[in-house]
T-cell receptor, first 114, second 109 residues
Framework: DGGITQSPKYLFRKEGQNVTLSCEQN?????MYWYRQDPGQGLRLIYY???????QKGDIAEGYSVSREKKESFPLTVTSAQKNPTAFYLC?????????????FGSGTRLTVV | LAKTTQPISMDSYEGQEVNITCSHN???????ITWYQQFPSQGPRFIIQ???TKVTNEVASLFIPADRKSSTLSLPRVSLSDTAVYYC??????????FGKGTTLSVSS
């Protein structure tokens, strides 16, 4: 079955360490996205990539970095510069048809920094 | 970028019909309206999408008036498992989806 895989589901890191969250899709979607969600809040856009080797900052990109070397993969690195990294991270991919972007979301990674 | 406004929360009982209204005053001509459902610690799940008038699928209906400045998601005969957060989004071609806080629907028995 096609879909988006985020791993791991739970991740614990010590403060000051960089950590990379994995996102892989086999839907042949061109665009991929990273969102962050805090308790009781909506999703906030971190980074997005519409094609391989290209990506744009979202609303809260500071302290994060991404790469898009392959169409299927869009890893997110949470750096030590991110002041409050503990959150639920969601990856998504999308494809355009007739002007509409159809989105598929992964199941998320919950990151806890102690 | 169009923004949406929807109620923060709604309460209902099992078996009732629930209507959640969303306003999107700045919607552009080529925008679609999409609703997502999210359960705790899960990714959002697509519910329904429309451009104008009425759209119906196996789980919901979407009503869009002629001016398209608002839309209403209708959930028939809700059950406890429909307790979730519902997001209304307007799709802008070429840009990422921007989520608001959504509407938290609580269904009681």
């Amino acid at each position: 079955d096609g879909g988006i895989t985020q791993s791991p589901k739970y991740l614990f890191r010590k403060e000051g360490q960089n950590v990379t969250l994995s996102c892989e899709q086999n839907l042949n979607h061109d665009a991929m996205y990273w969102y962050r969600q805090d308790p009781g809040q909506g999703l906030r856009l971190i980074y997005y990539s519409q094609i391989v080797n290209d990506f744009q900052k979202g609303d809260i990109a500071e302290g994060y970095s991404v790469s898009r070397e392959k169409k299927e993969s869009f890893p997110l690195t949470v750096t030590s510069a991110q002041k409050n990294p503990t959150a639920f991270y969601l990856c998504a991919s999308s494809i355009e048809r007739d002007g509409y972007y159809g989105y598929t979301f992964g199941s998320g990674t919950r990151l806890t920094v102690v | 970028l169009a923004k949406t406004t929807q109620p923060i929360s709604m309460d209902s009982y099992e078996g009732q019909e629930v209507n959640i209204t969303c306003s999107h005053n700045n919607i552009a001509t080529n925008d679609y309206i999409t609703w997502y459902q999210q359960f705790p610690s899960q990714g959002p799940r697509f519910i329904i999408q429309g451009y104008k008038t009425k759209v119906t699928n196996e789980v919901a209906s979407l009503f869009i008036p002629a001016d398209r400045k608002s839309s209403t998601l209708s959930l028939p005969r809700v059950s406890l498992s429909d307790t979730a957060v519902y997001y209304c989004l307007v799709n802008q071609a070429g840009t990422a989806l921007i989520f608001g806080k959504g509407t938290t629907l609580s269904v009681s028995s």
